[in-house]
């Protein structure tokens, strides 16, 4: 092929790629003049800027005001609400006083209802929650106006569920299906959540037994922008992230979906998660799940979704939702293993593959998967290496994560050309010996251990067809080949992405890998590429070009926030205070109060609970203020048979937002928190004598039943938090710079006094 072709192959190979991102989600356009009965982004818009001024997690004044605001809007279209609270524990030993949102709309017929769900609090202490979860309140609020515009009355009933305390435990779903009476209603959710703050919103499908009717019913509803796919499940059920959903699956049996987006993850539960970094075309997508689904399943029978059987599914262009059942997995397999063996049979005999130069196919197979593995393994060591402040990013994605992904896809790129520009002698059919040996070998295993991603099978039968036509034809066609690639390159591009930005850049191994397995199903179009010396010159010079834009971003600004972190931790029992940080970077703001002080740990292992397991890497003395510890009252210890009934009540004496209680390393055989009981589980399994956190939203009491083995001490520790260090008047903090923020996931801006307790 000569360079002209190449390069126009390249070209529309490129066009296929680019197709697949760009046609992911509908494009924003401004529609605030859209007729009543249509979902207007610009209308949802308003919702997701009057809830996200201020942080409003559970307990912060804002959450009031926020609360409000939903209860007047539903009213407005003519709904009845009414507010749930009450307390609830977790599964995760997580305590608060949730306060639920509820509105239902009557349908013509009995039977299940359609459940509509996202969450308003946000996630303490200073995130905006633009995104996470007002982006989903928006779109449920504008599809049910939009909805009740049309002026048809729906045949299922229809609730609204605006949930509380989803960020601290999942608790006001937790609330709503253990002691709501409409939870035994419920036969589907439909789930609206963000994991940052743009991005296509992905459709997970959740069920307890087999997704078929599921897949079923959201194909023939139609969403015009299908995100979908059955490894995207498979890969979320493996992560330590739950959603309001899991509370419905687990506690009623009920199916349900979530709709998330999760790209432009450094803003997740930050400050900056807010009404002007909203992807307005993520909010677009969501609404485009909605009104669909809203539609169909307002009229579909939602007490017949259940089903034994599984579907794989998947999205591709043009073609939209495809799927088959479980049952065809093996037989696919077994097809593409025979045409395999086909093929091989007849290349050996009219001599077009030769033993030998099939062999030495592995040998550039392997040298770019190790290749492009290490790169990808240590980039995210070395990036912090490089960039130390990196470290204190705790979800693991920077501002220019981005181009770092599009600098590792291209030097992935070089390295494939570089080291198969080496075996070009070999030929082009003998060199896909060892990818399609590979390529079976992942199907078999995925269909035995994750069959989710089966439809892995589909661009090796590609591959396949495309080893025939090398085979059979010296000089194949360009064009043909590039046809038969693109299963490959619209399937497994989204991934070469996606695993880096939802799984933070520690994961850019697993984007290097899946660039290197994409550019093995595609192997016969760049077999004929001329120049592939030149072409993996171009990659590395573009990849160096993509790291220099990166460096020259790696800093931080008004618009892209470094997050600190400072705590001051009071110890009430010999009345000593220190500073703290979570930062392995101090900046300008916070290092003036740990002047030559040497990195330490802090109240480890008993330090209050993290999302990533944080710990303070600072301390560094500081002055003594009178902040009022709790009172603590035992008001009852007796022994019975063996065991030990003890009974404390711990009232705070100032404004807190949370309390963290830890034991000694002792058996608790019962335990209850205002009346929660704590599952037998949580206390076996609780780790470090974590027995609970609790999330105040009012100043009251917290009353702990324990039970024990007789003659057991108990030793208590006691973390009141409060994050009003900056406001606070005992304390002159000076106000954050305005290129830093609040470091997420932490305790942060907080007062913390630790207390302790023994009870022999």
Request: charged share 20%; glycine share 6%; proline share 6%.
């Amino acid at each position: 092929m000569k360079k002209f072709p190449s390069v126009l192959v390249f070209c529309v190979m490129a066009a296929a790629v680019y197709w697949v991102f760009y046609n992911s989600m509908p494009p924003y356009t401004k529609d605030l003049d859209l007729s009543a009965d249509r979902f207007s982004v610009d209308r949802a818009l308003k919702h997701v800027k009057e809830m996200s001024i201020e942080p409003h997690a559970l307990g912060f004044p804002a959450h009031d005001s926020v609360r409000a605001y939903i209860v007047s809007e539903l009213e407005k279209m003519g709904l009845k609400v009414q507010v749930q609270e009450g307390h609830t524990m977790g599964d995760k030993g997580n305590m608060s006083k949730a306060s639920n949102i509820l509105a239902r709309i009557d349908g013509t017929h009995d039977g299940k209802a359609l459940l509509l769900l996202s969450h308003y609090d946000s996630n303490p202490h200073s995130s905006l929650g633009a995104s996470d979860a007002a982006s989903g309140v928006a779109t449920i609020l504008e599809g049910v106006r939009a909805f009740l515009s049309e002026g048809k009355k729906p045949k299922n009933d229809i609730i609204v569920l605006i949930s509380d305390a989803e960020e601290l435990g999942l608790n006001g779903a937790e609330l709503f299906v253990d002691q709501h009476p409409w939870a035994k209603d419920v036969g589907l959710v439909l789930n609206f959540e963000a994991r940052g703050s743009g991005g296509p919103s992905y459709t997970f499908i959740e069920t307890n037994r087999g997704n078929q009717n599921l897949v079923r019913e959201f194909i023939e509803a139609h969403p015009e922008y299908p995100m979908a796919n059955s490894l995207y499940y498979s890969i979320y059920k493996l992560l330590p992230n739950d959603t309001d959903l899991t509370v419905f699956k687990q506690g009623l049996d009920v199916e349900g979906f979530n709709f998330a987006f999760i790209d432009d993850h450094f803003d997740y539960h930050t400050a900056q998660d807010s009404f002007e970094r909203l992807d307005r075309n993520s909010l677009a997508h969501q609404g485009s799940y909605l009104m669909p689904l809203l539609r169909h399943f307002s009229t579909a029978d939602l007490g017949q979704l259940k089903s034994l059987n599984d579907y794989v599914y998947f999205n591709i262009p043009f073609f939209g939702m495809v799927a088959y059942p479980f049952d065809w997995i093996w037989p696919m397999f077994a097809l593409a293993v025979l045409v395999f063996f086909v093929l091989l049979v007849r290349g050996l005999r009219t001599r077009s593959l030769v033993f030998r130069d099939m062999l030495a196919g592995f040998v550039p197979m392997l040298l770019a998967l190790v290749a492009n593995g290490l790169a990808g393994y240590f980039t995210w060591p070395l990036l912090k290496w490089l960039y130390p402040a990196y470290n204190d990013i705790l979800h693991g994605f920077t501002y220019n994560g981005h181009t770092y992904i599009a600098a590792m896809v291209l030097f992935s790129l070089a390295v494939c050309f570089y080291i198969y520009r080496r075996f070009k002698s070999r030929g082009t059919a003998n060199l896909l010996f060892a990818p399609l040996l590979l390529w079976l070998a992942i199907c078999g295993a995925v269909a035995a251990y994750l069959p989710g991603a089966s439809f892995f099978i589909v661009p090796v039968f590609a591959l396949l067809a495309m080893w025939f036509v090398s085979i059979n034809q010296k000089r194949p066609d360009p064009l043909l080949l590039v046809l038969f690639s693109l299963p490959a390159l619209w399937l497994f591009a989204p991934f070469i992405k996606g695993f880096a930005v939802g799984l933070g850049l520690k994961m850019m191994a697993a984007s290097t890998l899946m660039l290197t397995l994409t550019f093995l199903l595609a192997l016969p179009v760049f077999g004929v590429f001329a120049y592939k010396k030149t072409w993996a010159k171009v990659s590395l010079a573009l990849g160096i070009g993509c790291m220099l834009y990166a460096h020259l971003n790696s800093g931080f600004n008004e618009e892209n926030k470094r997050p600190n972190s400072l705590v001051y931790v009071l110890d009430t029992d010999n009345n000593t205070a220190q500073w703290a940080t979570y930062d392995r970077v101090l900046t300008n703001w916070n290092k003036p109060f740990f002047e030559d002080v040497e990195p330490s740990p802090l109240l480890a292992p008993k330090t209050i609970s993290s999302k990533y397991g944080s710990q303070f890497s600072r301390v560094a003395p500081a002055p003594f203020e009178a902040i009022a510890p709790p009172t603590i009252e035992k008001t009852k210890d007796t022994l019975i048979g063996r065991e030990r009934f003890l009974e404390l009540c711990i009232t705070p004496n100032r404004p807190i937002n949370r309390l963290d209680i830890y034991t000694n390393e002792i058996a608790i055989l019962k335990a209850s928190v205002n009346g929660i009981p704590l599952s037998e589980h949580y206390l076996k399994e609780r780790k470090e004598g974590r027995l609970l956190t609790q999330y105040i939203s009012d100043e009251t009491y917290t009353e702990i039943k324990l039970t024990l083995p007789g003659g057991t001490p108990l030793e208590l520790t006691l973390y009141e938090a409060s994050n009003d260090l900056l406001e606070h008047p005992l304390f002159d903090i000076p106000k954050r710079p305005e290129q830093t923020m609040p470091m997420p996931f932490v305790v942060n801006d907080a007062i913390l006094t630790v207390q302790r307790m023994r009870y022999d």
